[in-house]
Structure formats: C-alpha cells, structure tokens
C-alpha cells in the first residue's frame, strides 16, 4: 500500500480550503451541472461540497492510488478478500441478473446455487400470499414474524417499512430481535398462533437473541397449538446451518440457505430477505435486485471520476481526515425511509469501525465515521440546530423522491421545498449584513447570523420504488467499500461485536448461579450483586 497516498489529500485540502461554497458558487455558475451526475435511478448533486475540479482530481488520485479499481474487481470476482476469516466478499453476486453470470469461489460456480435459493424463496413466497400453505389447523397465514438480530433484522426491517406501498396488506409482519423478552411478548399479543409463520433469520443459528427469542416462540406456539407438530408448519428457517436448523426441529426443506460468503450486514437480498419477498411478491423482489445491480455494474465500470459510490466515499474522507469531522448525518425525506439511517449505521460503522490496517498496526488516519440521522423534516425541529450553528462540522446527505406514493394536497411540495432549503441554508448560511438589511437589531446579529459552508450531497430518484431502493443500498455499500480499501481497513470482519457476546456468559452464569462468584472486577461483581439481590437471588 502507497503510504504517500494521503499527500492527495492534503492537495485536496489546499485546493478545498481556498473558497467557501458561496464563494465557489459565485465563481461558476455552472457549477451545480459539474458536480452532479446520475446512475441506477439516483441523481447525485454534490455541487454544495467544499471541493473544485483541482480538489476533486486529488480526490480521485487518492482512490487510484489505493488501487480502488482492483480492489472492486476482486470483489466481484470472489477473491477472498475478507481475510481475517479467509472469506470471498460477494453480496454482489446475489442480486446479479445476468443469466450467464458465472462467479466462481474455489473453483466452484456459485451462481446456479443463488439462482436455486431464489427460485425456492419465489415458490415459498407465492404459497404464503396465495394462501397455499396453511398452518397446522388448516389456517392461512396472516402473520409472519421474523426473528433475527443485526444483519438478520435491520435489513428486512428497513426495507419492509421503505417498500410499504409494494407490500400484501392482508398480511402483518414483525420482526423480533431483542433478548429483552418485552419484544417477543408484544409480538405475541398481536399474532394468532395458528396463523403465524416465524422465520428464524440467523446465517450461523447460534446467535444467543436469536435462538432464546426462537425457542420462546416455539414453546408459545405448541402451547397454543396442543402438538409438537405444529412447528413443522409455522417455523421455517434462514440459515447457512442446517445441522442447527434440524436439531431445532424445522424441516430442512423449509430451509432457506445462504453462503459464508455473504456478510450478515449485506445479506438483505439474500434468503434473509425472505420476509420482504413474501411481502412484496417475487417480481417486486426481483425488480429490487435488478437496483442492486444497475448500481453495481455502475461502480464497476464508471470511470472513478464518474463513479457515484467513489464520489461520496472521497467527500467523505475529505471531511473526516481532512476537516476532522467525526460524524456523518444521513437525512431521508421520505417517510418510508424512516429505518434507513440505522441500516446505514450498521453497515458502515461495522465495516470500517476498525482501528488497524491489513497489516495489523494501527492505524494512523480516522476511520469509519459515526454514522446518525433521521428522516426529514421532523431532524429539522430538533438537531438540525446543531448542524446549522453548532461548532461541530457534520457533512449530511440529504435524499429525496420527486413522487410521493401518498399525495394529500400540497404536503410533498413542502416536504421537497424543505429539503431543498436546509442544503441552501446549510450551504450559503445568512450574513451579519443580510440579518441587517432584514432590521435584525444589533444585539441579535451574532445569533442570527449563520456561517454556511456546510456540506450536504442531495440525493434524488423520481420515487421510491423497489429498483430505487435496491440502487440506494447497494450505492451505500459501495460508498463504505471504497472507504474501507482507502483506510486500509478490513471491512467484512466484525471482530468488535463477539468480545461481549463471550463476556455476557460469564456474566450470565453469576446471575443465576446458586452463589456469586465474585471473579469479576469491582464494578461488575457490584452490579451482579445488586441484580441478584432485586430479583430475590441474593
Ligand atoms: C453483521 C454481523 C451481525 C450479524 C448478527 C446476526 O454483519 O455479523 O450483525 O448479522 O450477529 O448473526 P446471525 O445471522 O448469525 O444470527
């Protein structure tokens, strides 16, 4: 790896520094058509960001330095590139709709195996909504509750809620994936036992949420149903696992497999969104992966300069290692994609929350950003403050949808109007003389007065649709990908999450041992003790 390469950035930074946005703006009317470009059903403005040609060139270099576009290629072509667990990375191949593709991982086509697992979700899913498959009193399904955790929920969440408008209204989904036994049991009260299908999502089917709340819910269910049988027909699973899956009492036909080489936090169009197939239909589902893969065709073969993904993973990184911002704010205008800022979240800040290089120093640059937002416009009647006037930098995308699918009046005029004005608001801030040429008195000005040049990137498709938000995934996950090969960093472990998972055993067995251990240190042993002694234990 060129260690020089980070001198690109600093070419960046002298470029960038030089005009505000206003500045820049002024200086090129034409400037908003330069930076802006489209790809997968997305239009991208990123005119409102502190970079001219000179500081994006640096950019770019940056990228080509890294050797960005072999790293792409090993992606899609199944190197293992996921090394730390000797893995290939190829959520890619899931959702490519070539029909000759062929992706081959050690020496083994993969792709008749993810057309197959599709072809039998499609034929599943079909027999859910058209009431073909019945549960064990002869009932149809009505509800189906996933259960999973991470990858194995946030996903199908997400795009559940982002796909309302798609989705079969006669059926209700919910998705269970806290311990907190408070999630299974609201679940519970609104479901009828004989008419709810669970899916168990988990790639390893060891995942202690997932298998506690699952077992609950099959010992509810035979309770309700007065036989052990009933599970064959109201359990199916979601698993690379089928020994875990047998021994749980699903029947393997009923089990939807995927690959280690699918991420939990790219699996979404994998079996792990079988809750979203069945409730937005085959060809709905289908049409969502034809998104995927319009964008992934996109950032393999645009030219980086041209290449959306790559343009935001280089403003990012401008900000983060050339302005310190630490943060990053993500802003959907757009209701359905009230999930999608915590998706992100999972898939960045898992990715490249990392804190060594590939050679395993540490490393000497921020990486991933923390990644927070809310859909607008109710972030801008509470935090947007801080981004406005605060003295923290927060580089925030701002994504819209020309069409709403629930016109009422003019509210999405308004709902538009106000995205477009916080980035011009953010972007060109108001001076002391303009809150004076408006009578602000003197004593206000200071705090009427706002600085601007503040960053945003507009996002826009004509509507949000299984194709556009299939795109806009697989946008983001190439956007962390290429901020990932940049840092240098392993993007496809997750290494941070299983020290608490192995800790939380320890801890489990002091909580219900007949006497405290007390081999934990002060703090723990004390807040055991407490426990112990609320619930009678002590
Ligand atoms: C995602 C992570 C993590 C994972 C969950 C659930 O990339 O690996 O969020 O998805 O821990 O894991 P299982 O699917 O194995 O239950």
Known sequence: MNNDKWAYLDDAMVASGKKTIKELFAEN???AKKFSLEAA???????????????MKALVKLAEASNLKAEIEKMFTGEKINVTENRAVLHTAL??????????VDGKDVMPDVRAVLAQMGDFSDSVRKGVWRGFTGKKIKYVVNIGIGGSDLGPVMANIALTPYTKRSLKFFF??????????????????AETLFIVASKTFTTQETMSNAEAAREWLIGKLGSKDAVAKHFVAVSTAAKEVAEFGIDTKNMFGFWDWVGGRYSLPSAIGLSLMIAIGRSNYAKLLKGYWKMDEHFRTAPLDKNMPVIMALLG?????????????????????????????????????????????????????IEWGEPGTNGQHSFYQLIHQGTHLIPCDFIGCAKTHNPIGDLHDKLMANLFAQTQALAFGK??????AEGVPENLVPFKTFEGNRPTNTLLCKELTPETLGALVALYEHKVFTQGVIYDVYSFDQWGVQLGKVLAKGVLADLVADKQSMKHDGSTNQLIARYRKAVGRG
Not at 41 to 55: E, H, I, P, T
Not at 431 to 436: K, L, P, S
Request: a negative charge; hydrophobic letters at 30%; aromatic letters at 10%.
């Open 29 to 31: 009317p034409n400037r």
């Open 41 to 55: 059903g997305w239009f991208l403005d990123y005119s409102k960001n502190r970079v001219d040609s000179k500081a």
């Open 95 to 104: 959702r490519n709709c070539d029909p000759d593709a062929k992706v081959f």
């Open 176 to 193: 269970v994936s806290n311990v907190d036994s408070t999630h299974l049991a609201e679940t519970l009260r609104s479901v009828k036992a």
């Open 317 to 369: 990184i401008l900000y983060s290692n050339g302005y310190g911002a630490e943060t990053y704010c993500c802003l959907p205008y757009d209701q359905y994609l009230s999930r999608f800022p915590a998706y992100l979240q999972q898939m960045d800040m898992e990715s490249n929350g990392k804190g060594v290089d590939k050679a395993g120093n540490p490393v000497e640059h921020l990486t991933g950003p």
């Open 431 to 436: 001076t002391a003389e303009e809150c004076r």
